[in-house]
């Protein structure tokens, strides 16, 4: 047993030391992949130290080592130490959050944490309610539920056909496309989800919204949500929320934030106020497994109302399980899942070892390194083409611009040299670069690194 744990352990050490020395790219090979797991035809067992070095051995060579510093890219963390101890503890004990009853440790941190983070949202802790989900997809989810079960009473029961209800929701083009899929999964069906245009800031146009939002019930449909965006998954910008706000208090609709990457913004005091409005949500995404920098798998779904949650999930029946205990919640009844696995631990880990304080230089420091990046190209002759606080650079060049090399060129050589990573997309139609600074590894000379890189690029 105890060799078996020490390969565990001597692996987690290494690595996490170690990631300089590895290469972030690899070379994308199906078949050699697939002819090393041929060996396993689960016939024959295999000694455990033979699993372990193939598994090791494959994850190292043929995976975007996202937690190396000088990985710029998605939302996808490095993460902490103490994360990976409270996710492998997870795994140990096992508890099942489904019901209080079996798990009341395991709950009762979750919820420690939750209210926790309620407060930094401006959210009242006894009157809100938040939920660990798999992730922003799931959040997003909730809160489209959650906004439908508060705008049409029963929804629950009769579904939105026998009501005879034509709903209809908005957020930006910037926007994260889990809201595609979830009017697709809630039968609200995809053309239900009004994409609203921005504006020269990349945020949401506040008066196309407003327009929207009237031709909708001038033509017979039902307007009954609206979300903006804490930090857009392209370009990292924040969506009005003040703005945002308001108008859904005009016009009586359900207002979400998608925080699931910004929102770990509330806390830092210096960061905190690009967040402004975030307090007046009815509900927010906000996902651990982003910039708070645990493994995946910990997305969080906050609301203002629990009843309108507890009503949204509520389910009866159930005489196979276990009792309820007075003054406490089960999870399978207040949130999406059933079964579920604790989540919330790896969070509560990381967050009680660094402190709020911790967090906050570690979230102010990727900032700086954006800014240095942005000074750095800004003085190189590149052109920075988005306008936020936080740590996401989207950036081109004349030579770009003039169609004389191709951002799929230049990321092509990059990925081949396998030293760094960054991403492109296109911002109103033009095709630009985007590097995030996601890493608590990610140090000046990474940033000046990734620069002499993109500069080799474009010299010829
Ligand atoms: C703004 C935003 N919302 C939601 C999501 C979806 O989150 P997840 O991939 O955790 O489901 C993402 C993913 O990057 C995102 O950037």
């Known amino acids: 047993m105890k060799h078996r744990l020490n390969l565990l352990v001597n692996e987690i050490e290494d690595f ?90 395991a709950c009762e941190i979750e919820e420690h944490i939750s209210k926790f983070l309620l407060r930094q949202f401006g959210f009242d802790p006894e009157k809100g309610m938040a939920n660990f989900t798999s992730g922003g997809q799931e959040a997003n989810h909730s809160a489209v539920l959650t906004a439908l079960t508060r705008a049409f009473p029963g929804y629950g029961d009769k579904g939105l056909t026998e009501l005879g ?15 595609n899929k979830v009017a697709h999964f809630t039968g609200l069906g995809r053309n239900a989800l009004r994409i609203v245009d921005i504006d020269d800031d990349l945020r949401i146009n506040i008066d196309s919204l407003r327009t929207k939002i009237r031709n909708d019930r001038e033509f017979g449909f039902h307007p009954f949500m609206v979300t903006g965006t804490a930090g857009t998954t392209g370009t990292g910008v924040i969506d009005p929320l003040t703005e945002l706000a308001d108008l859904c208090r005009e016009e009586d609709l359900w207002f979400h934030v998608d925080a699931a990457y910004g929102g770990a913004a509330v806390l830092s005091e210096k960061l905190r106020s690009l967040l402004k409005g975030i307090e007046l949500a009815d509900s927010i995404t906000c996902d651990a497994h982003k910039w708070f920098a645990v ?55 990381a967050m009680a070892e660094i402190g709020r304080e911790g967090y906050a230089d570690i979230l102010e420091k990727n900032v700086e390194h954006a800014n240095h990046l942005r000074n750095e190209l800004t003085v190189r002759g590149w052109e920075i083409v988005n306008s936020t606080d936080l740590p996401v650079v989207c950036f081109t060049h004349p030579v770009i611009e003039s169609g004389k090399i191709t951002t799929k060129y230049i990321l092509n050589n990059i990925y081949k040299k396998g030293e760094t990573w960054i991403s492109d997309l296109q911002i109103k139609g033009n095709p630009v670069l985007r590097a995030c600074v996601t890493s608590f590894k990610t140090e000046k000379k990474d940033v000046d690194f990734l620069v002499r890189t993109l500069e080799d690029e474009i010299s010829f």
Not at 165 to 179: E, N, Q, R
Request: glycine share 6%; with cysteine; charged share 20%.
């Open 165 to 179: 209800l034509k709903p209809v929701f908005y957020m930006s083009d910037g926007s994260h496309h889990s809201f």
């Open 16 to 105: 996490y030391t170690n990631i300089r020395d590895i290469g972030i790219v690899p070379d994308y090979d199906p078949e050699a992949i697939r002819s090393q797991l041929s060996k396993f035809d689960f016939e024959t067992p295999v000694p455990i130290e033979d699993v372990f070095s193939n598994v090791t051995d494959m994850m190292r060579k043929w995976t975007i080592q996202i937690t190396h510093p000088r990985y710029f890219g998605l939302f996808n963390p490095t993460v902490h130490v103490s994360a990976i101890m409270g996710d492998t503890l997870a795994s140990l004990y096992n508890p099942n959050c489904a019901v209080w009853g079996h798990s009341p440790a």
């Open 295 to 349: 493994p995946f798998g910990a997305g969080m779904f906050f609301c203002s109302d629990n009843t309108v949650v507890e009503d949204t999930f509520r389910i009866g029946g159930t005489n196979y399980m276990p009792p309820s205990v007075e003054g406490t919640r089960d999870f399978y009844s207040t949130s999406m899942q059933w079964t579920r696995k604790f989540a919330g631990l790896k969070l509560f880990m």
